[in-house]
């Protein structure tokens, strides 16, 4: 039997049907019965996490996490789940966080019973099999290894350390060999389970397209078992952080070149008055970036260039509220103007006071948001909500963190009143600062240094001195925004046979589609600038003013943007090697007068105007081609594959080399022949009428003339074309990293020779798929090669192939790559064994992915963007569908053995770490030797020898 909940509040655009249930065991459900859904998912939250950790054995709780996955008494086999998944169309992943470890799945209707069985089981008899600990003991190390260069970890950990000794906050919760490798490990993961792993501990939310009263019968059947154990939910008492460890300045060296000051203050615990929400407030206004704002004061004063403002609550027991500005090198340099002009801000927010109609703004745009939410992808969905649940009440876990109820003047004064000099500590994140560092933090080695605040840090708290400004700005409230809409009204209907399922040509280069799907008052403007200007993309040095001219404009609107981002409308400029796109999206009211001011914008924007800015803005390109060379190997490696497989694009170590030339001269040269020469294409979806649609391009337009452009014709826009892998023979190229990874990577691709039509993208896919799980769990679960294993398909420039990459702290990368060579041997009796019936489950899984339906008016858009940079087939989506049905057993075998085994074509790039040097060299040695493969030194000579394909009108 099991008890009813409270009732859940729901959006009026949301038609799903919600049941909030208790188990007799004490587990709290959530049911959620979508009759539209493709999939079907589970979210498990079990509330403990790194804090429950004992203290000599950290990051136990996060082990246990990897643990569960890997057999139960029912389901002993190690892949058992992962394997039925992947059969399924299935998803799965898990985090453990400070307080909560939550595990969760998706996969195909048909097999959902299947699969909360399996996951059920985790709750119930986990085995912790004594062979699986020790091997998945190495995985989370490698996970550690992985986190080991990135800042945030880094920063996190610091957190951490800096919390008061003995304090739960003050441990490391990833682990690694050093704090899990003990003798009785496996004990130690049993007896945390067992202590911890209670039912009336756990939040389950289950999503199907089954009805209420099917799902019930299916989780009481499957989660009656778990033990209610009755414990108490941890309980901390003793705040990590008070008058004895903060009011203090913190210099930090970072890992990647990026200079920071932050200020993070410890409050009273925001989440009981989560109603009134007085911490979202204070940071609307402190993050704003319109008029008056401090960001904007920050940026005329030369001193920073971005700001966030937000917090976040910790252990149910306090708050940190931060503020985050990236600075220029004045700003670094005159950091302390940079705290007194916050120090500033927040004395006019006391002065001023909470004022109501700021409140009611926030409330009211919040309210359209709920009014008119969106679905979400289903594995985030439910996972968020299963998190809600520990810390909400029950009826508020969908509309948190929309609406809050009341407005309390009283609170949000406290909690203004509450940012002092005793609680905050500010940091200095710069590796200008490391000669300065004189402690580090023992399990990453960040260097930093603390000292208490000065006299005169305390005395401009209440008295900023900002007598160094020159700035016409003022610190103050900002107005009133004008974004807000004020037409709900709904144009389209459903099964309206008068419009089309698929954008329509209205006018020249102008596609239009209203949305009849979603209903939602929601849309996108898209505009795409084809330009035949400076040479580009081939000229390297100027697609880095191209990216410089990108970030000025950015610059140039971003008081405007900010402003109708508070009204739910974005914008963003890319600059890809073909166009400059333009993206408007959100409420459709005001959608059309936006694009148009944007437009005026563009129209009369000089990037010459600020010579300040334009240095500010090239240091901080430089120093982003540099830090990219600090990212994990693994995401070092894929610009390079996308680099080399095509035309147009420019290796990572190509820009870090021209960057070096560019100068205001040089960028002064560029801007007077850059978008001389141009052609537009427009995409509107969404909820507007034809004449919305054919008002905003043609006024549109009219603005545009103003660029005093030539036109181009369809002809001569740019055209990208790939590189042709040679049969037989594998393209190896590799690169050293430098002293201190200790991880390497390997990147294998398979060509596929031909184009990569609707139905060889469906065989791609179904080749993938049956490689994807197998793939993991040999060389991940079973070898241990690293904690980044995963396979992907790779469609560019209408050229696919499959990708395997494997990031591993243990071998260096050939001896990785024959690792994966021997996999995918070891795939070829698998392929030619198999049945009818196996090959079914495998279309029905692929089929179930790609007709996924779309969560929004937005991912529906974006389809037909891409559908415009490839050869315009709009309804790609369906035709995949209808075609994957005609694909037989043996057509499958076939194209799978020539991609693989017959006449593969494969290109190996490898990110050599020092640890695994000596070893790959003297591969490599031998390697040279061998006729199949051919080795380069550098990518120019590999791209210099390869023929190129046809061009498919796959524009990139
Ligand atoms: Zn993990």
Not at 70 to 79: I, R, V
Not at 128 to 138: G, H, L, W
Not at 704 to 724: S, T
């Amino acid at each position: 039997m099991c008890e009813n909940l409270s009732k859940i509040t729901k959006s009026q655009n949301d038609k799903r049907e919600y049941k909030a249930i208790r188990l007799e065991n004490k587990m709290t459900i959530v049911l959620i019965s979508d009759p539209e859904t493709d999939k079907s998912g589970v979210a498990m939250n079990v509330f403990v996490g790194a804090l429950e950790d004992p203290a000599d054995r950290e990051g136990l709780a996060h082990y246990l996490e990897h643990m569960l996955f890997l057999g139960t008494e029912k389901y002993p086999n190690q892949s058992e789940y992962m394997d039925y998944l992947s059969k399924n169309s299935g998803l799965f992943n898990a985090y453990t966080d400070l307080m909560e470890t939550n595990y969760f799945f998706e996969c195909s209707n048909s097999a959902f019973e299947g699969g909360i069985d399996r996951f059920s089981q985790f709750f119930i008899a986990p085995l912790f099999t004594e062979s699986c600990a020790k091997r998945e003991m190495n995985a989370v190390n490698s996970e550690h290894q992985l986190y080991f260069k990135q800042d945030i970890w880094r920063q996190f950990q610091l957190l951490r350390h800096s919390a008061k000794k003995g304090n739960p906050l003050n441990k490391f919760g990833v682990g690694s060999l050093e704090t899990l490798d003990h003798p009785n490990i496996r004990e130690d993961l049993i007896k945390f389970f067992e202590r911890y792993y209670s039912s009336n501990q756990m939040k389950l939310v289950v999503y199907s397209n089954q009805s209420i009263s099917q799902l019930e019968t299916l989780v009481m059947d499957k989660f009656w078992s778990v033990k209610n154990k009755d414990i108490d939910s941890p309980k901390y008492e003793e705040k990590p952080f008070d008058d004895t460890n903060q009011g203090n300045f913190w210099r930090v060296t970072p890992v990647k070149d990026e200079d920071y000051l932050k200020l993070m203050w410890t409050l009273d615990h925001t989440l009981p008055h989560y109603k009134s929400n007085p911490a979202k407030y204070i940071s609307h206004l402190i993050g704003h970036e319109g008029e008056n704002s401090l960001l904007s004061f920050l940026k005329e004063e030369g001193l920073a260039l971005e700001l966030s403002s937000g917090y976040h609550d910790y252990m149910n027991l306090f708050t940190l509220f931060e503020i985050e500005i990236k600075l220029t090198q004045k700003g670094l340099q005159n950091y302390q103007n940079v705290v007194n002009t916050t120090f500033a801000y927040l004395k006019m927010l006391r002065e001023k006071g909470a004022q109501e109609w700021i409140f009611q703004e926030i409330n009211t745009i919040n309210k359209l948001k709920f009014d008119n939410v969106d679905k979400q992808k289903i594995m985030q969905y439910i996972l968020t909500l299963a998190s809600k649940l520990q810390y909400y009440e029950i009826e508020d876990i969908l509309v948190q963190p929309y609406l809050f109820e009341s407005f309390d003047k009283e609170l949000i004064q406290k909690y203004i009143d509450s940012l002092k000099t005793s609680n905050l500590r500010i940091f200095l994140q710069s590796k200008t600062q490391e000669s300065l560092c004189n402690l580090t933090e023992p399990i990453y080695g960040t260097k930093y240094s603390c000292e208490n605040f000065d006299e005169t840090t305390i005395k401009s708290f209440e008295n900023p001195d900002l007598s160094f400004t020159k700035s016409q700005k003022k610190l103050d409230l900002p107005p009133p925004n004008d974004f807000v809409p004020k037409s709900m009204t709904i144009f389209g209907s459903k099964n309206d046979e008068t419009q089309s399922k698929l954008p329509v040509q209205i006018q020249d280069n102008v596609w239009f589609k209203q949305d009849n799907t979603f209903l939602t008052p929601k849309g996108q403007i898209s505009l795409f600038i084809y330009f035949k200007d400076c040479d580009l993309p081939h000229n390297v040095q100027n697609v880095l003013h191209s990216k410089i001219w990108e970030l000025l404009f950015n610059h140039h609107v971003s008081e405007l943007t900010y402003m109708a981002e508070q009204a739910y409308l974005s914008f963003r400029m890319a600059i890809t090697p073909l166009q400059l796109k333009l993206d408007f999206k959100g409420f459709n009211d005001s959608l059309p007068r936006f694009t148009l001011q944007i437009l005026e914008k563009l129209v009369s924007f000089n990037p010459l105007a600020n010579q300040e800015l334009f240095n500010n803005i090239y240091e901080e390109v430089a120093k982003e081609t540099d830090n990219f060379f600090k990212n994990p190997p693994f995401q070092q490696i894929a610009p390079y594959v996308d680099y080399l497989v095509r035309t147009g694009f420019h290796s990572p170590q190509q820009k870090a080399e021209a960057i070096k030339g560019i100068t205001f001269e040089s960028f002064t040269h560029f801007v007077k022949q850059w978008l001389k020469n141009l052609r537009f294409e427009w995409l509107i979806v969404g909820n507007f009428e034809k004449q919305t649609a054919l008002d905003v391009t043609n006024q549109g337009l009219e603005v545009l003339q103003k660029l005093n452009y030539k036109m181009i014709q369809q002809f001569e826009i740019n055209q990208i074309r790939a590189y042709q892998l040679i049969p037989n023979q594998t393209i190896v190229w590799q690169r050293h990293l430098p002293e201190g990874d200790e991880n390497s990577t390997c990147t294998k691709l398979y060509q596929y020779p031909q184009e990569c039509t609707i139905r060889n993208h469906n065989l791609l896919d179904l080749v993938q798929t049956f490689l994807r799980i197998p793939a993991f769990t040999q060389l991940r679960t079973v070898e241990q090669l690293g904690y980044v294993v995963f396979t992907s398909v790779n469609t560019r420039s209408g050229i696919g192939g499959i990708v395997f990459v494997v990031q591993s702290n243990v071998k260096p990368p050939i001896e990785v790559s024959n690792r994966i060579k021997a996999f995918v041997q070891s795939m070829e009796e698998k392929l030619i064994n198999m049945t009818e019936e196996q090959f079914k489950t495998l279309v029905e899984g692929v089929k179930n992915t790609v007709k996924e339906k779309d969560t929004d008016i937005f991912a529906e858009t974006a389809r037909y963007e891409e559908a415009i940079n490839t050869q315009y087939i709009f309804g790609k989506k369906q035709k995949r569908v209808e075609d994957i049905e005609n694909v037989t057993l043996e057509e499958f075998t076939k194209f799978a053995k020539a991609l693989l085994y017959q006449e593969p074509r494969s290109l190996e790039f490898y990110l050599v770490s020092q640890k695994h040097k000596e070893e790959q060299n003297q591969l490599l040695d031998d390697l040279i030797h061998n006729e199949n493969y051919a080795h380069y030194k550098d990518i120019e000579t590999i791209q210099s020898r390869l023929a190129l394909y046809p061009y498919y009108y796959s524009k990139v």
